[in-house]
């Protein structure tokens, strides 16, 4: 498959390119030359398929033959080891947790598939690929627990000091090995502003290959379309149809995934995006205008994003019609009361914890869908990774998974700078 910069849709590379990149010179996100249609019959004995059978022929238009087939496959099933379960909620509502990935949140499959697709690449290169990655919580552990023990790979994690859960910082702070936790005396902008100041330094550059894993790396995206596939399978077995799909949404890739999932031929009926306060797009759809503003924090925090960075993507997928766009995707907002109201309502209902950002998915089913229909939102991450904000709602503890418990067993390594480059190469070389 080719790739080409949204910028300059002529100028096509490879997906080597486009992986190592992660962002095209011309500063345009990648997007696919073609996103294939997949055979009506797939979908229709998509139920008796696994969840590594679905992942390798719905992902083998975009990684092969770059990637060798059979290579591909053993690398998808390594990627996806942990369940991906629809769970019934309520009337017609289900969740797909995504969170059973090792750092309970659903950049891990991203992030996992990511890893070896550079892992694969690292092996024709005579030299490391190092990893920068400014988080503020949820991307880093992600990151470094996705690229953990890849050979030829080395992760350096910039994060706030003082500004990240306890749980978010021991879950890449206790590894060790080719993960680095650097913490800054700064704040998270401090950080992002020193990644991509390493990015442009001419003495680093010319001493280390440095590459980046945000979550605009088309390894990171085309991966959760999985999901998408996955959630319809397992619908479908339990002879459920017109399936709404919903998405918590942030920065937008996500339901970018589920987009070209659609693409491909998904039979989803309808799509809603779910944001916090944070309702940039929401209020695109109503009004026709994109209208980046700074973001707000609220309780769904991995939400907070003023000025989606896929949002691009989602205008290029539709021709940059406002019309097209409103056809395919529905959007609703929620404050933090109304968030907190869900958690309670539900978990007293229901039994079922969701977290903050899961919360916002529910709702807008809830809202929108008809009675006929049958709708899936994404739980993106455990409600364990946010005890502040859900026991209290709640009234009561979270069970903590044991992969999670695991990391509070181990002792935090970090590398303490202040919030300058000079302090940042230091460490690097
Ligand atoms: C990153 C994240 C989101 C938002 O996903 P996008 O792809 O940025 O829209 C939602 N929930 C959780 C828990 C996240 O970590």
Known sequence: MKYYSINSPQRMVGLKEAVLKGLAEDKGLYMPKLIPQLPTSFFQNIDKLSLPEIAFETLKPFFCPDIDETHFASLVADALNFEIPVKHISANIHTLELFHGPTCAFKDVGARFMARILGEFVKGMDKEI???????????????????????????????KGLVSDVQEKQFTTLGQNITAIEVNGTFDDCQRMVKEAFMDAELNSKMVLTSANSINLARLLPQSVYYHYGYAQLKAQDKDDVVMCVPSGNFGNITAALVAA??????????????????????????????????????????????????????????????????????????????????????????ILDPHGATGYEALERMLQPSENGLFMETAHPAKFPEVVEPVIGQKVPVPDRLAAFFKGTKQAKEINAALTDLKAVLI
């Open 130 to 160: 190092n990893i920068l990655v400014a988080t503020s919580g949820d991307t880093g552990s992600a990151v470094a627990n996705g690229f953990y023990k890849v050979p030829g790979i080395n992760v350096f994690v910039l994060y706030p």
């Open 263 to 352: 693409r491909m031929g998904l039979p989803v009926k309808r799509f809603i995006a779910a944001t916090n306060a944070n309702d940039v797009v929401p209020q695109y759809l109503v009004n026709g205008k994109y209208q980046p503003r700074k973001s707000v924090a609220t309780i769904a925090n991995a939400m907070d994003v003023g000025d989606p960075s896929n949002f691009v993507r989602i205008e290029n997928l539709f021709e940059h019609q406002y019309e097209k766009v409103k056809a395919n995707i529905e959007a609703c907002s929620f404050t933090d009361e109304e968030i907190r109201a869900t958690m309670k309502r539900v978990f007293e209902k229901t039994g079922y």
